[in-house]
């Protein structure tokens, strides 16, 4: 039986092409290596190295065993890989939302429900949440809409709605409503890390500029010093006070948005209780 430990050091010395500089790198004794890489001939049962006085090197076999080594030990390293990656995931509750403010939600939630778990959240768009849940880079998704695929289960997880966010004086501030096509090109401020909303309001306002803060202290500074509009949801509004900017509603179906927490069949068996309680809502 071929000894994975004389495999990797044969690999080393195939590397570093010399007992000594492989022995310095594995922090091994030369005469302990020399020992290993003879006992890796009788497993093999072949001569792997051509011998002189001083000097040793890898002969027909031995660049033939090395090259396949290489292979037994990089699938080792990609089994051991997988492994750990489903005990991790077994243990920790990855979550890819297309919008900051359910992530809060979700987080108090699982923390409740399931508080062994480790949580991971990330912001992304539909399309790679939608691929990242079957492939099983998530555990759980949230999406703007109800994904039409039967495989998938899907709960609501909330509202939330667009506004302008208006600086005093502006000429629309008294608009009891407004759509995007009122302010398309005009030039906006952003926050860039709002998720499926950039991408919205790129879309319904197509001749509109955008300046965008990736830096969430930063936009906020720009936003009280500038005249220009931004964007602000109920969600904000519930929980601050606007003090130099007035908030009005968009009227357009697009800015007003149900969540849905989408799980796959398989994942829903695993952590049940979010079925249970989002179906008594």
Not at 46 to 64: P, Q
Not at 106 to 121: I, K, M
Not at 187 to 207: A, Q
Request: neutral net charge; contains cysteine.
């Amino acid at each position: 039986m071929i000894e994975f430990e004389h495999l990797f050091q044969f690999v080393a010395f195939g590397a570093y092409g010399t007992l000594s500089k492989a022995a310095e790198s594995l922090h091994v004794s030369q005469p302990t290596l020399t020992r290993n890489m003879k006992l890796l001939e009788q497993e093999f049962g072949v001569m792997l190295f051509t011998r002189s006085k001083n000097h040793i090197a890898l002969n027909e076999n031995g660049l033939l065993a090395l090259k396949e080594a290489k292979k037994v030990l990089s699938e080792l390293d990609a089994m051991t890989d997988k492994v750990r990656q489903l005990d991790r995931s077994r243990h920790t509750l990855a979550l890819g939302s297309c919008a900051p403010y359910p992530v809060m939600d979700f987080v108090r939630l699982a923390t409740e429900l399931y508080p062994a778990q480790s949580l991971t959240t990330e912001l992304r768009g539909t399309s790679p949440l939608l691929q990242g849940l079957r492939e099983g880079r998530y555990q759980v998704i949230i999406l703007p809409f109800t994904p039409t695929d039967t495989a998938l289960i899907s709960f609501s997880f909330g509202k939330e709605s667009l506004y302008f966010n208006l600086p005093k004086g502006h000429p629309r501030e008294k608009c009891p409503s407004l759509s995007f096509s009122d302010l398309d090109g005009t030039t906006m401020i952003v926050y860039s890390h709002i998720g499926f909303w950039k991408d919205l309001i790129k879309e319904t306002m197509p001749h509109s500029r955008f300046l965008l803060q990736e830096q969430r202290d930063d936009f906020f500074e720009l936003e009280k010093a500038s005249t220009l509009p931004s964007f602000i949801t109920d969600r904000v509004l519930s929980e601050e006070t606007l003090k130099d900017r007035t908030s009005v509603p968009i009227a357009d179906q697009s800015a007003h948005i149900e969540y849905c927490l989408v799980m796959t069949k398989k994942m829903s068996q695993r952590y049940p209780l979010f079925a249970k309680r989002l179906n008594q809502k």
